[in-house]
């Protein structure tokens, strides 16, 4: 007996944190949320295409960790699947980082590449090597100004100005005295050309605020601050979905009169809208960026179609979306599609 | 209250200021040692940006702002507190701010994927948390690897890690809301919820912050847990010779981190909901700044609780203080980075001259 001892004196802890996991496991499960209450639902499909395979390469500037682009990927993916399309996805925030993903593809011979032009002049070399080695290049995305300039097939995407603009006349509507802009990176061209274009066309003031967009608990007391200096803000601008979320924390708890406008969806934004939380917000359709950018460089070599003609961009927004037409759009968002 | 927490490596310190006078030390004004205590040149710092703040942001005189100000500081400092000892021990963690989102990814994802009670995600993510400080710890007293390499490899496991399992599990890059599910109020209660304190609302992380950094300062000066913290960042080789377990220490100093971690993760899950997995890069250097601007060593040995608490609050100050008085938000991270630096100085400059004999 008492060899076993030592043994035995190991053996009942661990036999006791067995038991208290099987009872935690039975007796703690939440009987509302969670994922036995999620909606089943599959992704959208369309059928599959005979045509031979071929690879195509999608280089973005995402940052990790960013929800939007991971609807840019879930468009892209989608339609590859349908179009029998191999997909090699990659991304770099760094620009000369992506310039060297996009060589990367190149070496790999790929049938088409998709590239984002956040910071188009790093991008000219790639692209001229890639149109020498006869490769298509679309753009998404970022880049309306510069896709054709550097001599891309076609390009899809939003102005971001244009978006800007079309919020301003949109706060304007509303009745909107005084907006606060708030820019979740700070430096990033795209959000700049947003609240530059809210400024460029709403008739009130509005001012840019700078957040540390990797810190939610900062975000929230950045604009709760923001609004507490001055109470005649009436409109927070968010420029992501996730931050507009936030901002209509700040503006419950610093008591401001203020209402949130955003651009870009996600899940949870969708609720917010139906809730009344969030007035609205501009979308820019990133599942339909990725999808068409695939799809497109399966026309072309199937078809030889170019879509906008190579003349004109492809615009994917912006639409809005508020409580009037959220209802159809939310069963999408909860699959994370839109 | 004037003794000096002196690096303790071969006698505990001194319980009271009798033995300062034995002789051989000439004895020194008191205004001059206190100045020479590690917090009082980041309090003098945080009180001079504090007076700044008064005068030239009229906004943050109104007792809301400064709870919105508190707010701010206390998710930077309660990660500051445990980071503090940490360097005070001779280490540093590179991991810590995206061990934040890892803890409250884990305790968001087990509770929805599961449809358990939120607490069941809760404990699961505190023993994860702990098991990445326990593996900090333990790789570090194991191979003597600087501590820079080993933390940034777990920064970038982790940074991984967040990514592609939760990508993996929920198929977004983002958690699902668990706000509707069993025990969030609770558990909302206990980690973000706010307080009426004559009609401002405070956030219960305030308090918490502050009794985190009580029992800090207790477990520095008061026990022997905080001689043995000393004196492993002193000097490890005497440390080790007069008996302080090192190894114990040191790894139960990465743990202390991964306390810290688990607790800010799980202010974030209850008070957004939902998590990305991209968040929390580059907090960590905002944690090790706050211990650094509250006179902790970046060579380990010396340092106190309540200077990372000044520490903290001074970023939290700058931070919001900057929006309070309405400045051109393009110059945001210089302002701060001035400040920050101006504040260093201030210190660095007391401590000379405090010293100086």
Redesign the interface.
């Known amino acids: 007996m008492d060899r076993y001892y030592p043994r035995s004196r190991k053996l009942a802890p661990m036999v006791a944190m067995a038991a208290a996991a099987a009872l935690t496991l039975a007796g703690c499960s939440s009987s509302s949320g969670g994922k036995q209450a999620e909606e089943g639902g599959e992704n959208a499909s369309a059928g599959k295409a005979t045509t031979p395979r071929m690879t195509v390469a999608l280089v973005t500037h995402q940052s990790a960790g960013d929800t939007f682009w991971d609807i840019v990927r879930k468009g892209a993916e989608v339609a590859a699947a349908k179009d029998n399309v191999k997909l090699i996805y990659s991304n770099d925030p760094n620009a000369g980082n992506q310039a060297n993903l996009v060589q990367n593809a190149i070496d790999q011979k790929v049938d088409g590449i998709a590239i984002t032009l956040a910071k188009p002049d790093a991008m000219k070399d790639v692209v001229s090597k890639a149109k020498a080695a006869g490769i298509p290049v679309v753009g998404l995305n970022s880049g309306v100004s510069e896709w054709q300039k550097l001599g891309l097939m076609e390009f899809f995407g939003q102005d971001e100005t244009v978006a800007g603009e079309a919020l301003g006349k949109r706060l304007n509507e509303a009745g909107a005295k005084k907006a606060v802009c708030v820019i979740q990176e700070q430096g990033n061209i795209g959000l700049e050309q947003r609240c530059a274009g809210v400024k460029k066309t709403f008739e009130g003031d509005v001012e840019n605020l700078n957040v540390n967009g990797t810190d939610m608990p900062s975000v929230k007391s950045t604009i709760t601050a923001k609004l507490k200096t001055d109470s005649d803000i009436d409109y927070v601008v968010a420029l992501g979905a996730p931050y507009a979320l936030t901002a209509a924390q700040s503006v419950d708890e610093s008591g401001s009169k203020a209402k949130v406008a955003t651009f870009d969806l996600n899940n949870q934004l969708t609720g917010a809208i139906k809730k009344g939380d969030i007035e609205f917000a501009v979308d820019q359709q990133p599942y339909l960026q990725g999808y068409l950018a695939i799809d497109s460089l399966w026309l072309y070599k199937n078809n030889g179609n170019y879509m906008g003609g190579g003349e004109a961009p492809v615009l994917t927004g912006p639409a809005f979306v508020d409580k009037t037409n959220v209802e159809t759009i939310d069963k999408f968002a909860a699959k994370g599609t839109r | 209250m004037t003794q000096q927490a002196e690096p303790a490596v071969t006698s505990p310190p001194a319980p009271g200021p009798g033995k300062e006078s034995d002789g051989r030390t000439q004895q020194r004004p008191l205004a001059l040692r206190l100045l020479a205590r590690p917090e009082v040149g980041v309090f003098l710092g945080a009180v001079a940006v504090l007076i700044f703040f008064l005068i030239t ?1 009229p ?1 943050v005189r ?1 007792g ?2 400064m709870a ?2 508190l ?2 500081s206390s ?1 930077i400092g309660i990660m500051a507190l445990p980071v503090a000892l940490l360097m005070i021990g001779g280490e540093f963690d590179l991991s810590a701010g995206v061990a934040v989102i890892t803890s409250a990814l884990t305790a968001s994802m087990t ?10 995600g809760v ?1 699961v993510a505190l023993i994860v948390s702990l098991a990445i400080g326990l593996f900090n710890g333990w790789l570090l007293v194991k191979t003597g690897l600087p501590s820079f390499l080993v933390t940034l490899g777990t920064f970038l496991i982790l ?1 991984g890690v ?2 592609a399992v ?2 993996l599990i929920t ?4 958690t ?8 969030f109020d609770q558990a909302k209660a206990v980690f973000a919820s706010s307080f009426d304190v004559g009609g401002v ?1 405070v956030k219960v992380t305030v308090v918490w912050w502050l009794v985190f950094a009580a029992i800090a300062t207790w477990v520095l000066l008061r026990t022997k847990y905080g001689n043995w913290i000393f004196a492993v960042g002193g000097n490890q080789g005497s440390a080790r010779a007069v008996g302080v377990p090192v190894t114990f220490t040191k790894i139960s100093l990465f743990m202390l981190v991964g306390f810290g971690a688990w607790f800010v993760g799980m ?2 899950l209850f ?4 998590v ?8 960590e250097l ?1 944690y090790i700044a706050a211990a650094v601007i509250g006179g902790c060593l970046l060579t380990g040995g010396a340092g106190s609780a309540i200077g990372p608490v000044f520490g903290a609050f001074m970023f ?1 100050m700058v ?2 203080g900057i ?2 008085a ?1 400045w051109n ?2 110059w ?2 210089a302002f701060l980075g001035v400040m920050l630096l101006g504040a260093v100085l201030i210190n660095l400059w007391v401590q000379r001259t405090a010293t100086r004999r």
């Open positions: 942001a906004a109104d809301s702002s919105n100000i707010y701010q998710t509770a929805y994927q599961l449809s358990m009670n939120v607490w069941v404990i940074q967040n990514l939760t990508k198929d977004n890059v983002a699902d809301d668990i706000s509707n599910m069993d025990g609302q202010h974030q008070s957004f909901n939902t990305q997995s991209g968040e929390g890069v580059g907090q905002i939290g931070q919001q929006v309070y309405g938000p393009d945001f991270k």
